[in-house]
């Protein structure tokens, strides 16, 4: 963690809310993809990202940067966040916008072969969830697999092999087509 986030976060453990204000402007977007990358729905991402950074706020007394860094443990709020969200609603999750969503880009306009983006979309779908999430973390959010670890509440290995589950899985079923969105 950034020597400047630590001072954010100690500084919101005092009660000082533009602090906090900085860290929410600093992970308001990535939080915001990561749920909508997951729901597919713009309302409830939202939604469930405002619970998320109040819930935070709520909690930020009881972060202790010994244990692990201020995004993994954001992260883990927004994922229980949404886990109790889909328990309560019952909702079956899939992904379908997503790509364009966590890249922050409109994916259909980078390309012209619309079905060949249909096909990764399809076929991530068909992924286990937690393949689909340490996928997500890693390519779209640049994380480390510990932090993914930290994050997901799995071990470092364990996120290994779920990306590599995940891009053996998806070049079987797309073949070169993924190697041309530099995942390998």
């Known amino acids: 963690m950034a020597m400047d986030e630590l001072d954010l976060v100690a500084k919101s453990q ?3 809310f533009e602090a906090f204000g900085a860290l929410y ?6 939080i915001y993809r990561f749920l909508f990358f997951r729901l597919r729905h713009q ?3 939202e939604d469930l990202t405002s619970q998320t950074f109040m819930k935070a706020l709520e909690r930020i007394g009881s972060f202790d940067p010994e244990r692990g860094n201020f995004s993994s443990w954001l992260y883990q709020i927004a994922r229980n966040t949404m ?3 889909l328990r309560a609603n019952k909702q079956v999750v899939e992904l379908d916008e997503a790509i364009s969503v966590a890249s922050g880009q409109d994916v259909q306009e980078e390309t012209a ?8 979309r399809a076929q991530l779908r068909n992924l286990p969830t937690q393949q689909q999430e340490v996928l997500l973390l890693r390519v779209f959010e640049g994380y480390s697999h510990r932090e993914i670890a930290a994050t997901l509440g799995i071990s470092e290995g364990a996120s290994k092999v779920n990306l590599s589950r995940a891009i053996d899985a998806l070049q079987k079923l797309l073949g070169l087509f993924l190697l041309s969105f530099g995942i390998s």
């Open 83 to 85: 886990v109790d969200h």
């Open 14 to 16: 005092k009660g000082d």
């Open 25 to 30: 402007d600093a992970y308001l977007p990535k």
């Open 43 to 45: 309302e409830t991402a």
């Open 113 to 120: 072969d619309t079905w060949d983006i249909a096909r990764v």
